[in-house]
């Protein structure tokens, strides 16, 4: 039915890669291709091995607009998943513009230099798709993603108004680390160290990082202090849905976890600028002066989120917690999936956070070979028919459970 090209091969890909191998009557020819290309051939040996299909793999530098573009003329994919890091997104929808391939991703464009992240880069493409007559499918994994899904279903489904909106995002699991991010733990920090912000009445609000917190109880996991962050997400679903009033999103962190940042924060490891290092020459003899970025430097000593999966118990729970109006009553409204790190583990090799981000990722390219989400232009998940994809989200290991007019603490 479609050719597809994976593009990354990290904790996300690998997930992502497993479902796309699991459902190949609708992916019939894949392609996975990275920076570092042996991690892409053990990948597709594995999935070849245990699902009998053919991937294929590629070295590409995703930076690279160029050598895109010269994979895509070669290959001709129908769509690429992108699955490397948000600083790739712009190069990568500039090659599928000039190569005629549609697009999706998990994360928005963040530029190298500055901790930032916004859809204004992204959404700066809508003109050139729409005529191009190709679809961009923005922010395609669990937050967003999911979570802009469950809003778009609440919508359709149970109200006329949506008034309130709070995300939660809650990772009560245990990897047995002193430190460890549960994904790239470059764009992790970078996004937990920034200001917190949310939206009410028509304005952001800008916080302190990590300044508002409360605890908030999540269905077979109990009180976890959660904190509000600043999510991708809300910038595009207050304007989808215009009649949000306040719409905040929320993370919870472990008091060891929050100790740790603080102190990395404090000796400059989370610094995102060039610092000048003295490294020993590789011919050995003597030092040359290097640059290096703090930040960089620690991921390349943390452990790798994908190893993380071995040892990791509990579970994420991950939902929405919405408020508003129906037939002029007021109505409540939880729709959350909860997801064990070990039976993702088991299926997949990888933790949790990696499973709720690449099934989602597959269940939207699975939307868009079926012909379920295609129109031309750059889309937010919102605005495709939630239906098909929550449907599939019981199918596909991420079931989801609700609660009409309980409590939200919010
Ligand atoms: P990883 O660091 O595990 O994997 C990133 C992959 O991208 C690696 O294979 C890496 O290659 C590859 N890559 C990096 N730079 C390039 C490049 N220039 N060219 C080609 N390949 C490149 O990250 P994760 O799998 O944890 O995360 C993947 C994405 O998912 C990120 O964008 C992240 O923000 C997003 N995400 C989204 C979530 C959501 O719910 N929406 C939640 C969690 C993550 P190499 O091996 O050479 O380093």
Sequence with gaps: MGRLLIIGAGGVATVAAHKVAQNKDIFTEVKIASRTESKCKALAEVLNKKYGT??????VDADSVEQLVALMSDYKPE??????????????MEACLQTGCNYMDTANYEPKDEAHFEYSWQWAYRERFEKAGLCAILGCGFDPGVTSIYT?????HHFDEIQYLDIVDCNAGNHHKAFATNFNPEINIREITQKGLYYENGKYIETEPMEIHKPLNYPNIGPK????LHHEEIESLVINYPTIKRARFWMTFGQQYLNYLDVIQNIGMARIDEVE???????????EVVKIVPLQFLKAVLPNPQDLGQN???????????????????????VYNN???QAAFEETGMQGVSYTTGVPAMIGAMMFFKGLWNKPGVHNVEEFDPDPFMEQLNKQG???HEIHDGDLEL
């Design 54 to 59: 053919n991937v294929t793999t590629a070295q």
């Design 79 to 92: 769509m690429v998943l992108n699955l490397a890091l948000p600083y790739q997104d712009l190069a990568i």
């Design 152 to 156: 778009a279903y609440a919508a359709k």
């Design 225 to 228: 202090e959660s904190y509000l």
């Design 277 to 287: 290092y003295k490294a020993p020459k590789a011919d050995g003899s003597g030092d």
């Design 312 to 334: 990791y118990d509990g579970e994420t729970s991950i939902g929405c917690r919405i408020r508003g109006l129906r037939g002029g009553e007021e109505h409540t409204y939880y």
């Design 339 to 341: 997801c064990s790190h």
């Design 398 to 400: 991420l079931p989801w």
